[in-house]
């Protein structure tokens, strides 16, 4: 350990000459004053946190009698408000069950009493190490929250499960980060919230713990938040479902208004299932995006969901937007009829059916590295240029190939049409070869055939044209005797591309022989 800050709540004071006497033991610490009660120890705390992270101490000890508050619920405090703080619990009752209660409570070790050098050495160490490790996650959040005038927020929801909400909602925030605006990603699904596991994260803090909190701060906010290696900043669901209970309207309504006051775009995940918190998410977003696939059940889920909004008067059908995922060309259900369905406003851009490009991702849980030739990724962020929260920036990022225009299919027309005659010619060369190698077989038939006429006294020339097709007319046939042989040699001309049609200056001459009968004829 090498300049450990300690800070300590005991209201015991023979434990706190002990716990001190013993910190000062230990190589690299550098123990503050042991605080008599919860209140001053989080007053404390606080100063040092306003005045900055690294005023903060490395860890803090909490004895298991402190009061006015218990002391699980000043762990759980000091958790929430200082994260960059690891926090050991000292106890005389080191059972499993107190152990438990610590860890839930956000504690980074229990020491049990009496005191011993080795295992309270260890602890510190391991709290210190932990808290280090934090506060270098949150260097770069320093300058992450400025004050803007007022982001845009997208709330995107889906009509049923299984539409692909939290794909669409998670490239939207990316798209909006990578061009250059400051992103925050929340996940309001709070029973069953995938964000994390979509960007392979894993983080203790969510949206419940915000719940409680009636001025959410910048800092409250840094504390709560999760900024991921592609830039935006994460806020999740709870990792219990049953959390999400804690989450009301009042409390979701503070979170969204201060994260709209410190990020340019807020992208929101609100699911299948309408809460009160979500709720107030889709009444004021800027775009309420609800999410729909081209199938009859989907479509019906989406029209059911327009006319609950319509009915709670969360949001009029003409203020949704609906968009197509998993879209084909040849779909019977196309964005139009759509449209007419759900008496919504339909977006231009589709998202193509093509999971196979994000089977490999999402198997992986990193959708972050979907490939920019991914035809879904090109849909969602030319959606997300559409919102406005990329711009022409966003759209000029990925080339949209998935889709064509009307010029780009004149073009493409045009292109096939000036290879025409390269096709063409390619496939007279490759007849003309076919034609080649077919006339060497004729002409080594027909050399045989006239060597058997010659041996016997027959017609040599009429023996070698006997066989040849029409096309193959011009035949050149020479014999002649020695040593009792007859060597007979055809010679023919190949046609080019329609046998016969053309004069082509190319002969392929075949060669046989055979023995003479005649000289041994009587």
């Known amino acids: 350990m090498n300049g450990v800050r300690i800070l300590s709540g005991t209201p015991d004071p023979d434990t706190a000459r002990a716990l001190t006497g013993l910190l000062h033991q230990l190589p690299g610490v550098d123990p503050g004053p042991a605080l008599p009660d919860s209140t001053t120890l989080l007053d404390v705390l606080a100063r040092a946190a306003d005045t900055g992270i690294d005023e903060l101490p490395e860890a803090v000890v909490v004895h298991d009698r402190i009061s006015p508050m218990p002391a699980l619920e000043v762990i759980r405090e000091i958790a929430l408000r200082f994260p960059a703080v690891g926090v050991v619990l000292l106890t005389a009752d080191a059972s499993p069950a107190v152990l438990s209660g610590a860890m839930d409570a956000g504690a980074r070790g229990v020491v049990s009493l009496p005191l011993s050098y080795d295992e309270l050495g260890a602890r510190i160490e391991a709290a210190a190490g932990w808290a280090a490790g934090v506060r270098r996650h949150l260097s770069p959040q320093q300058a992450a929250l400025p004050a803007v005038p007022g982001g845009t927020m997208v709330a995107v929801a889906g009509a049923k499960g299984g539409v692909g909400t939290t794909v669409i909602a998670v490239q939207l925030a990316l798209a909006a980060q990578a061009a250059g605006k400051s992103t925050a990603l929340v996940d309001l699904d709070l029973q069953g919230g995938d964000i994390a596991s979509y960007l392979d994260v894993q983080f203790r803090r969510s949206v419940a713990d915000l719940a409680d909190i009636p001025d959410v701060t910048s800092r409250v906010l840094q504390d709560a938040m999760y900024v991921h290696e592609a830039g ?38 609100c699911g299948t299932q309408m809460t009160a918190a979500n709720a107030v998410a889709v009444e004021t977003a800027d775009t309420a995006l609800l999410v729909t696939t081209p199938d009859v059940v989907a479509v019906r889920a989406a029209k059911r969901m327009v006319r609950l909004w319509d009915r709670l008067q969360i949001r009029k059908p003409q203020d949704v ?178 046998p016969g049609s053309v004069d082509f200056p190319l002969w392929v001459r075949g060669h046989a022989s055979a023995v003479d009968e005649e000289v041994d004829a009587p």
Request: net charge neutral; proline share 4%; aromatic share 4%.
């Open 321 to 498: 937007l609906v968009t197509v995922n998993r879209h084909t060309r040849g779909s019977e259900i196309q964005p139009s009829l759509v449209a007419r369905i759900t008496g919504t406003k339909v977006s231009a851009a589709v998202v193509p059916a093509a999971f196979r490009e994000l089977q490999a991702v999402v198997d992986a849980g990193r959708l972050q590295d979907l490939d920019n030739r991914s035809t879904v990724k090109q849909g969602v962020w030319a959606l997300a240029a559409e919102l406005g929260l990329s711009g022409a920036a966003g759209s000029a990022l990925v080339p949209r190939k998935g889709r064509r225009t009307r010029g780009d299919q004149g073009q493409v027309a045009l292109e096939t049409l000036g290879m025409t005659p390269l096709i063409l010619l390619v496939l007279v060369l490759v007849w003309q070869a076919v034609l080649a190698g077919y006339t060497f077989t004729l002409a080594g038939h027909a050399a045989d055939q006239a060597a058997r006429a010659a041996a016997v006294g027959k017609d040599a020339r009429a023996a070698a044209v006997d066989d040849l097709p029409g096309a193959w007319n011009q035949v050149t046939v020479d014999s002649g005797r020695a040593d009792g042989m007859v060597d007979v040699t055809v010679g023919l001309k190949v046609p080019v591309l329609f």
């Open 232 to 269: 935006p900043a994460l806020l999740l669901a709870p990792g219990d479902g049953e959390r999400g209970e804690e989450v009301t309207d009042r409390s979701a309504r503070h979170v969204l208004h201060a994260l709209r006051q410190r990020y340019e775009v807020v992208v929101v995940d």
